[in-house]
Each structure stands twice: as C-alpha cells, then as structure tokens.
C-alpha cells in the first residue's frame, strides 16, 4: 500500500478519525440492528466482546496499512454516528472498494454524501488510486443513489461471487474531480 498511512479528515460538518474501543457500542449497534443490516450480509457484533475484536481487526488493518477505516463523528461531538472505509485493495494497490454505514438517525441529512466525497478525494490524491468500487444491495435505493451522485457508475455485467443480491459500481480517477 502506499506509504501515506492514515490520516484524519476534517470536513464543513464532520470529523473522520480512527476508531477507538470506547465506540464499541455504536458498532455494536451498527452491525447488528436490523434495519441498518437488512440490505447488508456480515457478520454481526451483538455482543461488547464482539464489538471490541471488530475494534482491533479493524485497528491492525489500519496499523498494517491493507485498509484504511474511519469513524463518522459531528464535528460537535466525538460520538460515532457512522463509518467509512477503503479496504480490499488490489494487489497493484490502484483499485480499493468503499464501503460506509450510519445511524438512521442521521439519515437523509447529506452526512454520507460529505463523508463519501472526502474519502474519494483521499483514495485518488493521496493513495494515488485509478478506482473505487462500491458493492450494494440491488434494493438500497439510497446507496445507489448517494454512489450515482458522487459519479459512480453501475457495471451490470460484473457479479459479486459471494452475495448475488448486491450490484457493483465503480468510479475512476478520471471520472472524479478533484475540486469538489
């Protein structure tokens, strides 16, 4: 991976920084609620041990450098209220795939559209990356268009081999601006 290691990002609204144990509820929460999963297939954290391993996978990841993994706060508050993350990279380290959940109580108010456009500004300024693909339920008429807003488009011939509900779209370093 590139060497530029993990960085903090400050947006108008929010604060993206590295998870902490001290989230574990948020995650917890995040990945076992029903409705905040039912478009998504991954293994659930209903418990605090669980929450805390999801804590430091995600952590030696980072440390590792083989994924990079923001916590979504207000910039008003250090509380979780969602995440964010580049992680599967190629092994030529020029494709990585975005994935990103939040509270629906947070919902509907931009919040993942500026989270999204500060980690793609990242992923091809910093991390030099030539694409992004982002996996999503056939049915997540939100994420399909939060992507199709932010330039992604959808490559209907690709299949993902482990999950044939989801659809797969991809945006390029030429396709993005870098301004925004």
């Known amino acids: ?10 947006t108008k609204r929010l604060f993206l920084r590295r998870i902490k144990q001290t989230d574990w509820e948020m995650i ?6 029903k409705e905040v999963n039912k478009f998504v297939k991954r293994s659930n954290a209903d418990t605090k041990e ?3 391993e999801f804590i430091s996978k ?5 440390d590792d450098q083989k994924l990079y993994y923001w916590t979504i ?9 969602g995440s964010i993350c580049l992680w599967n990279f190629s092994k030529d380290q020029k494709t990585a795939e975005i994935g990103y959940d939040l509270s629906p109580k947070f919902h509907r ?18 991390l030099n990356l030539d694409f992004i693909e982002a996996y999503t339920q056939k049915n997540n008429e939100s994420s399909k268009k939060l992507l199709e807003r932010n330039g992604f488009i959808l490559f209907p011939d690709r299949k993902d ?7 797969i779209y991809e945006i390029t370093s030429n396709g993005y601006n870098l301004t925004t």
Do not use: C, Q
């Open 1 to 10: 991976m590139n060497k530029n290691h993990f960085k903090e990002i400050s």
């Open 28 to 33: 917890s929460y995040l990945r076992s609620d």
């Open 50 to 52: 669980k929450a805390l």
């Open 58 to 62: 995600a952590n030696k990841g980072v």
């Open 73 to 81: 706060t207000e910039k008003n508050s250090p509380k979780m209220i």
């Open 109 to 126: 108010k931009g919040i993942m559209d500026e989270s999204l456009k500060s980690i793609l500004k990242f992923g091809f300024k910093n």
């Open 161 to 167: 081999e482990d999950n044939h509900y989801n659809i």
